[in-house]
């Protein structure tokens, strides 16, 4: 059963950072596309951030120079390093693993900025 696990959220002042986990399991392969997305209320959930196994990132504009994804050294893990953070931010986060066929989403976590 595959499954994905975040961590990191919370409450922080605006310019404050958080860093954001996710670590997938029941996937016995390297998956090479990974990401974060954001919901915030009565919005659609949108794109934060992807990397691929080899390195290649994609950011949304509005964070830019702000947040860094990495994966890390253990198989299926990423993480999003958010600093400079605004009350725009605020929203759940949700890690996605993405294969060929299907995308599989963690349960999210909620990042809430304080102005």
């Known amino acids: 059963q595959v499954q994905l696990v975040e961590s990191g959220g919370g409450l922080v002042q605006a310019g404050g950072s958080l860093r954001l986990s996710c670590a997938a399991s029941?996937?016995?392969?390297?998956?090479?596309?990974m990401g974060w997305y954001r919901q915030a209320p009565g919005k659609q959930r949108e794109l934060v951030a992807t990397q691929t196994v080899g390195g290649s990132t994609n950011y949304t504009d509005s964070v830019k120079g702000r947040f860094t994804i990495s994966r890390g050294s253990a198989r299926n893990t990423v993480y999003l390093q958010m600093n400079s953070l605004k009350p725009e931010d605020t929203a759940v986060y949700y890690c996605?693993?993405?294969?060929?066929?299907?995308?599989?989403w963690g349960q999210g976590t909620q990042v809430t900025v304080s102005s």
């Open positions: 029941g996937i016995r392969f390297n998956i090479d596309l």
């Open positions: 996605a693993a993405h294969l060929r066929v299907t995308t599989f």
